[in-house]
């Protein structure tokens, strides 16, 4: 069985559309979503209709849940300027919308060729959880002693794999916001769309790591149509070459 892991679209359809046809093209039978699907960039209500044409498996990601409700406790600031883009896009949402972010669940477990099959967000203990490749320790913590042999989450737009006890964890990255968190800030973003192949073939688990270049003009007119805010700061961001 093989398995396309997808995250962080963050309302960039142009990116969501460049690594579906990658998905496609490669005949990949199973699709995931790991969240973060419909906040941040110019199309919201694009990407959340090519995700409920898909009939996968959606995990709820933070800034899923943000849409939903803005959190009295978050682990990350709740900047005015967020809050403008949190309206704007729920401005473009219909209440079908709203449902289908309703229906992504925090965790989704799956088998597959008698395999277990963990899905989340930051990690199956919450949306919130940061693993970087470099932590270890107490970072691990909550991605122990589930009894899957594949950990796969989003969250922090870094595409790695490592093994956590007995599992293989899977980063795909970021569909959407893809950038090299180790540029000077502001980072640059970069117009590729990462995701990971899963691969279940008797009894084990691997993963490749793919990056599908797409037309940086298309995302920049995709904000320009949209006004969302901010739309000329938010377009500049992107470089023009996909790599960092």
């Known amino acids: 069985m093989r398995l396309a892991l997808l995250s962080d679209q ?21 699709i995931a979503c790991l969240g973060d699907v419909a906040q941040g ?53 219909n209440s079908a919308h709203v449902e289908q972010i309703r229906s992504f669940a925090p965790v989704v477990r799956r088998e597959a060729e008698g395999v277990s099959l963990l899905f989340f967000h930051g990690s199956p203990r919450s949306y919130d959880d940061v693993l970087l490749p470099e932590l270890a320790g107490e970072a691990l913590e909550p991605f122990l002693g589930h009894g899957a042999a594949l950990l796969a989450g989003g969250h922090t737009h870094v595409q790695s794999a490592r093994r956590i ?21 502001p980072p640059s973003l970069r117009p590729v769309a990462e995701w990971a192949l899963v691969t279940v073939a008797d009894g084990t688990v691997s993963v490749e790591f793919r990056q599908v270049p797409y037309a940086v003009g298309h995302v920049r007119a995709a904000v320009a149509r949209s006004g969302r805010p901010h739309a000329d700061e938010w377009a500049a961001q992107w470089s023009a070459s996909p790599r960092p």
């Open 41 to 93: 960039g110019a199309e919201p209500a694009q990407t959340l209709d090519r995700l409920a044409a898909l009939g996968c498996d959606t995990v709820l990601g933070n800034a899923d849940a943000l849409l939903l409700e803005v959190p009295t406790d978050s682990s990350e600031p709740i900047t005015e300027r967020l809050l403008e883009v949190r309206e704007w896009t729920l401005s473009q949402l």
């Open 165 to 185: 006890g007995d599992a293989l964890y899977v980063n795909p990255g970021s569909v959407g916001i893809s950038f090299d968190r180790h540029a000077p800030e």
């Open 10 to 30: 963050h309302a960039n359809d142009v990116a969501f559309r460049a690594a579906l046809e990658d998905v496609e093209r490669l005949e990949v039978e199973e």
